[in-house]
Structure formats: C-alpha cells, structure tokens
C-alpha cells in the first residue's frame, strides 16, 4: 500500500511539473509574442510623424498606456518624467500611448514638460493594450522590455515609485 501511495503521489508530481513547464512555456512565448507585436508599431506623435517604436530597440524600454483624463495615470507621469531625465543617458527609454485627442494630450504634456516621445493611439489603444495583456483594459497599462527585447514586467494601475525603482536599478545594471 505505501509503495502504491508513492508511486501515485510520484505521478501526480509529475503531471504537475509538466503542467507547469507547458504553462510557463506558453507564458514566454505570449510574451514574446507581446514584445513583437509592441515593437512592431508605428503610431503618430504629438506631430502626427509616424513613429516605430522598434527605434527603441536596444534600449530598456517602458512602454505606458495613459489617457489624460485618468487620475493614476496623472499621478504616475511626474515620476516618469524624473526617471527618464535620470537614466537616459544609461539607455532608458520611455514611450506614452496615449489614449486620447491630440490637442489634450499636447496641452497635458507641455504643462507637465514630459520628456519623452508621447505617441497618439486614440481610443483604439485600449484594444492594442487588451492584445498586449490588458485583459480588463484599464488604464493606466505599463509594460517594460529589456535592452534584449524581451517583456520583462507588466503592471495594470498607477507605477508605485518604490517598487518601479527596484525594477530599473536590476535592468539598468550592466551585466
């Protein structure tokens, strides 16, 4: 009986590990696919200039969906602001999406003095977000990529300055 017991604790462990190593590699290659998918966008600035976001390849790159009218979204740009004048020149690069009209969103930004590429995805970014892992689609939507490319962390909700720290001492370290 006791070796029955091991042998079905033993099989249930490892259809376990295997259900788990199937679930973790179906989560890289869905961020993979995220990354991708972000790196391939063009979208308008503040200009209307059409701008690929693969231009930031190489970079350690924070991507923030946003709209001017969300309060946690206003309340987490002036953070960001402080971190890109901070680290860009360790290779820091923050993109906004926002979600929004142009004319707001330029007036919002030149009261605040973003510095970063602010990028125009209307109201169909929400969409984009819900395809990038935005499953309730809210804003504000955070998604960070590694200087490799890779999705390294996504956030639903206002960025906690702490936390967000912590996230790019470890990435803005050189290996």
């Known amino acids: 009986m006791h070796r029955r017991t091991i042998l079905i604790g033993g099989g249930i462990a490892a259809v376990a590990a295997a259900a788990a190593g199937v679930a973790a590699y179906r989560a890289s290659r869905t961020r993979e696919r995220d990354a991708a ?7 308008p600035d503040l200009s209307g200039r059409e701008q690929p976001l693969a231009q930031w390849r190489g ?6 969906f946003w709209a001017t009218w ?21 290779g820091l690069q923050f993109v906004g999406i926002a ?26 970014a929400i969409e984009l977000s819900r395809a990038l892992g935005n499953s309730v689609g809210a804003l504000p939507f955070t998604i960070v990529l ?11 909700g206002a960025v906690k300055e702490p936390q967000f720290n912590t996230l790019l001492a470890g990435l803005l370290t050189p290996a």
């Open 37 to 43: 998918a972000l790196l391939a966008l063009v979208l």
């Open 59 to 64: 970079k350690i790159l924070v991507v923030n």
């Open 70 to 90: 969300c309060g946690p979204c206003r309340e987490e740009m002036p953070h960001f602001v402080r971190a890109q004048a901070e680290h860009a020149a360790t």
């Open 99 to 124: 979600v929004d009209q142009v004319d707001k969103v330029r007036q919002f930004t030149d009261e605040l003095g973003v510095n970063y590429p602010i990028l125009i995805g209307g109201y169909g």
């Open 146 to 156: 590694d200087r490799q490319g890779a999705v390294v962390w996504t956030h639903l």
